[in-house]
């Protein structure tokens, strides 16, 4: 299941990096993916868009076992 999360991620990180951030995967448990966003996701006010629009929205098209994904 890791290998799927972060091979997902993996699509999402070019367009985070073209803005100055990132994502970094951390742990899987009872269907919550958790992730920390970095560099300018890190503290952009629009950081939870992009997690729950963009990442979350994406890991539950390609993983149906993801219900979904939270930030430390």
Do not use: W, Y
Request: glycine fraction near 8%; charge should be negative.
């Amino acid at each position: 299941m890791e290998e799927r999360i972060k091979a997902v991620l993996e699509t999402i990180r070019p367009a985070l990096q073209a803005d100055g951030g990132d994502v970094e995967f951390i742990d899987f448990h009872d269907g919550v993916v958790t992730v920390r966003m970095k560099g300018a996701c890190g503290n952009c006010p629009m950081s939870m868009m992009t997690l729950k629009q963009g990442i979350e929205r994406r890991m539950k098209a390609e993983i149906p076992e993801v219900e979904s994904v939270e930030s430390l």
